[in-house]
């Protein structure tokens, strides 16, 4: 049996405020996660030659978990150089809004980024190239979205944070179009040059199209890749099962649960993701606690508000993780599209004998000689109609039937 990794005391605690405590304050650490966070670490630190990074996992995988770690270490590192930079933000970190009607809301974006960047007078931004001329009426109503462009590259330059995050990045390439989303690609690699900052983008494998836009846009970026653990790889089977232990002997609950002995059931209603697992064993976790109670008739037993009478359980069964188990067509839906971004990310020998085909091929192939110029050929005459004149320039200003000889 483990042993409980929390405070006895926290048994004796309303079940809300043991539930907060595994909701909200218990993460692990395994080893997917290191290699992810040590790569976006170390691009951070130092973006030679990057202006953007592109972090790509499936849904619930533990990407946002893995954002909340970084800020936490550069802004703890930051501290310690107060002093020396004392208008310095250590990290800008932003989330995405979902785009309505397939038009990604740009202006939104750029004042989350001023609202993080603790940028002041976020609604009186204006556009100095369009404002103040002689045809000026006043501040506008709301500002622009090239007001804000301007405003975010502004603050950009003069915070210096050592890079941009944008969570939920996927939302970008959420577009009507393929020429937006190039736009998309486009607006980024300008915000990061003109700004001089990086460009952290953490989504899901709906960001692909938008690494691949354009050949300049592949040269400035590194993708680091978040997958899940696979069933049959029997090492991340055994690394999955010691997350198992983990969150057994932080579920405050009287007796500990045989996650252990569920292991199968929850690696595939969890898609091998730790994140979607911790999820789902709070909700458990939350089943469990407020476990409603019944009659012996077996009817719900209610209060005097008609509120249902409930009791928190010994432990955590088999019956409160079915209850709260992602459906199996949406389980099935994430593992497909993690099959599929992952399989898209995979370079494969046949890539690279394709690189050298390429290459050879350009060496091979001399550019074909441009064809000669021919000189173009006479037009045939137009036919006049009979009485039309030819096209002749009449004398202006005097008396044709005039001559003016000596």
């Known amino acids: 049996m483990p042993l409980q990794a929390f405070d006895p005391a926290l048994l004796d605690q309303p079940p809300e405020i043991r539930l907060a405590y595994f909701d909200q304050q218990v993460t692990i650490r395994h080893p997917r ?48 150089d107060l002093r020396r930079l004392p208008g310095q933000h250590p990290l800008c970190t932003v989330a995405a809004e979902a785009p309505h009607r397939s038009q990604f809301n740009w202006g939104r974006l750029f004042e989350d980024i001023l609202a993080d960047l603790d940028e002041p007078h976020i609604d009186a931004k204006v556009d100095r190239a369009t404002f103040g001329g002689p045809a000026r009426r006043g501040l506008p109503a709301r500002p622009t979205v090239d007001a804000l462009r301007a405003a975010v590259e502004s603050a950009l330059v003069h915070r210096r944070p050592l890079a941009v995050c944008i969570d939920e990045g996927h939302h970008l390439a959420k577009v009507g179009g393929g020429k937006r989303l190039k736009d998309h690609a486009d607006c980024l690699k300008s915000l990061a040059d003109r700004s001089r900052t990086l460009f952290v983008l953490l989504g899901t494998y709906e960001l692909l199209p938008l690494r691949k836009q354009g050949d300049q846009l592949s040269r400035r970026t590194r993708t680091i890749h978040f997958a899940p653990y696979h069933k049959d790889q029997p090492t991340e089977v055994e690394i999955f099962k010691r997350c198992l232990v983990t969150f057994e002997q932080h579920l405050p609950v009287r007796q500990p649960p045989d996650l252990l002995g569920e292991w199968e059931y929850l690696f595939d209603y969890s898609v091998g993701c730790i994140g979607t697992l911790k999820d789902w064993l709070a909700r458990a976790l939350s089943a469990a606690l407020f476990e409603v109670t019944y009659d012996v008739e077996g009817a719900v037993r209610y209060d005097e508000d008609d509120t249902p009478c409930t009791t928190a359980a010994v432990t955590v069964t088999r019956a409160h993780l079915e209850q709260t188990a992602l459906p199996l067509d949406d389980c099935l839906n994430i593992a497909t599209l993690a099959l599929l971004g992952a399989d898209e990310l995979a370079a494969t020998s046949e890539d690279a004998l394709r690189l050298r085909d390429v290459l050879g091929s350009e060496r091979a192939c001399p550019v074909p000689p441009r064809p000669a110029e021919s000189s173009p050929e006479p037009r045939p005459a137009r036919r006049r109609r009979i009485g039309q004149r030819r096209p002749h320039r009449d004398l202006v200003g005097q008396d044709p039937g005039l001559r003016t000889d000596g």
């Open 33 to 80: 996660q290191e290699e992810a966070y040590l790569e976006l670490w170390r691009a951070v630190r130092t973006p030679v030659g990057m202006q953007e990074i592109f972090l790509l996992g499936p849904s619930g995988v533990g990407k946002t978990t893995l954002l909340r770690k970084l800020q936490r270490a550069i802004v703890l590192e930051a501290v310690r």
